[in-house]
């Protein structure tokens, strides 16, 4: 968890910010997010290959650009680890294994 806190603070934070609430209209909230709560998968392609256009979370629709953030495996399942348990969220640990698997 210190590790993926680490990595959001650095790649996540300016957009999503610091209690992944994101900011209404502009960027969308990771936090209790229903777009990649039962699919994952999701998340790791939005890191790796970014994201653009329309995109619908928690029934907001959002328009904009993420571009792809350059992590490891490692990282990214530190920071989706991060991620998907903070703010009240819990989800099982992913490890690389499972983030090459989504690749």
């Not at 969308?28 to 999701?42: E, G, H, T």
């Amino acid at each position: 968890m210190s590790r993926g806190k680490q990595i959001y603070q650095n790649e996540c934070m300016v957009c999503h910010m610091e209690n992944g609430e994101g900011i209404s209209g502009a960027f969308p909230p990771l936090a209790n997010s229903d777009y990649f709560k039962n699919d994952v998968s999701k998340a790791v392609d939005a890191i790796l290959n970014g994201l653009e256009g329309e995109l619908v979370v928690n029934d907001v629709t959002y328009f904009g650009i993420m571009d792809p953030v350059p992590l490891s495996d490692q990282e990214i399942a530190d920071v989706l680890n991060y991620i998907r348990n903070s703010w009240g969220g819990t989800a099982e640990e992913l490890n690389v294994a499972d983030i090459q698997k989504m690749k």
